[in-house]
């Protein structure tokens, strides 16, 4: 079968990338060349942000109501060929068919219909000044905005970020990760059908240093919405923080999962082994520390490896696989590195530890076991260090301060989850836990209304809801002397 060449998305028309280049995408469940990416430079984001530009003023003055309609006219779209998706996800990112069918692509759906709507129902507020004057705020779409995002929840974050930028009259030019480019092209091979005006969204494929920094650097694309590692962003920030741009990054996470003894055994167990190995780990609110109450901690444990028993590894294509392959090589050797830093720490594995070899077609794939070490040391680089696969620590605590003390000692400050039936336990400790989300007795419930977004070394600024849309606004106050 002939290999896919994935195009940029440039003025509402495919292209190749000016430089002719093209980058292998690997399929990672294979460890084979399944298609080319454009690798694309400057150059590619000149012609994109200029096409941006060109559509901002009829794009930010169209009424909202069919800005609105041509959104949900694509969320449609998606919909429709839902399976087709599902299995691009799978085969580029690795992630087993089940859960992009039932989480990744239904969520790009979600993601364009909530904001179409909640566009809609933007209000500002004004503030009288009695018998002198009267302030009201405006909120002005901003302009051209990039949107870059990462390889672990590929069309999810994609469209998280391009759905409240489009649907508050920005345009925009976004880059999809390099790692995972495939359902950003076929989403732009809706857009045209939904009627979305050309160089409203530009989608440029390429590599980080080379396309996502022309996209931040760029002086007419002056707002960044960044989702990806903590390391990467250091370089980003760096960039624009003297340019003035207005930015929100989220980044990565080291999520502590705190057990306590009275929490609902079944449901916390059943629940841990989700939020260690869904998506082979790969994603940024995964609990990767375990804390358990000593009285609770063999009998959890033991709980844990069989549940981990259950949980077969390979071939994403699998309706039976529970986990799929990591997403690249550089990314599983990474990983491995870590299980082997873990044991000369001194840590016991528990279960997991090693890579897996499905064999057949998979032969060649990345798989890791999923892995749970105990033993380690709360401070120890495994336990401070985001791995982002399928590795969890387990770690016996006695108090309450203790545990605050664990969780809270990393760089990172993303997500947390609590297991207790104690609720003025739950409230004191969600109030102490430095975490920008925090779950009690359930993990990755979401209404998308809420602020999303981490503390510390996990982000600034929050997406979710109105927090999203204004970020992509520009506010300015009007006051009217009487
Ligand atoms: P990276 O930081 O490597 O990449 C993220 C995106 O940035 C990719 O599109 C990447 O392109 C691009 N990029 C890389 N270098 C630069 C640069 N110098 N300038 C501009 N753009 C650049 O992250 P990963 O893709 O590896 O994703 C995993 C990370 O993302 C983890 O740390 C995870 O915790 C975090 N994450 C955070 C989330 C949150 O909501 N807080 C959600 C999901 C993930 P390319 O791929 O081509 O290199």
Known sequence: MEKIRIQNFINGEFSAPVSGAYLDNINPATGEVYSFIPDSDERDVELAVSAARAAFPSWSMMAKEKRSAILIKLSELIQ??????????????GKPVWLS?????????????????????????????????LNYTLRTPIGVAGCISPWNLPLYLFTWKIAPALASGNCVVAKPSEVTPMTAYKLAQLCNEAGMPKGVLNIIHGLGPKVGMAIVSHPKVPVISFTGGTKTDETIARTI???????????GGKNPAIIFADCDFEHAVKTTIK???SNQGEICLCGSRVFIERPLYEKFKLALIEEAK???????????????AIVSKPHYEKILSYIELAKQEG??????GKSVNPGGKNANGYFIEP???????YDCRTNQEEIFGPVVTLTPFDTEE????????????LAATLWTTNLSRAHRMSALIESGIIWVNCWLLRDLRTPFGGMKGSGVGREGGFEALNFFTEEKNVCIKF
Do not use: C, Q, W
């Open 80 to 93: 429709a060929n839902l399976e087709e998706f599902a299995i691009a996800e799978s085969i580029d990112n």
């Open 402 to 413: 203790e545990v605050l003390k664990y969780a809270n000692s990393t760089t990172y400050g």
């Open 275 to 277: 939020s260690s190995f």
């Open 371 to 377: 892995t749970m070490i105990e033993g380690l040391s």
């Open 347 to 352: 840590g016991k594995i528990v279960f997991g």
């Open 101 to 133: 069918r039932t989480v990744d692509i239904p969520r790009a759906v979600s993601n364009f219909h909530f904001y179409a709507t909640g566009a809609l129902h933007v209000s500002t507020e004004t503030h009288a000044m009695e018998n002198t004057a």
């Open 310 to 324: 259950k949980l077969k590894v390979g071939d994403p294509l699998d309706e039976k696989s529970k986990m799929g």
């Open 241 to 251: 923080a003297p340019m003035f741009k207005k930015m929100s990054l989220e980044l």
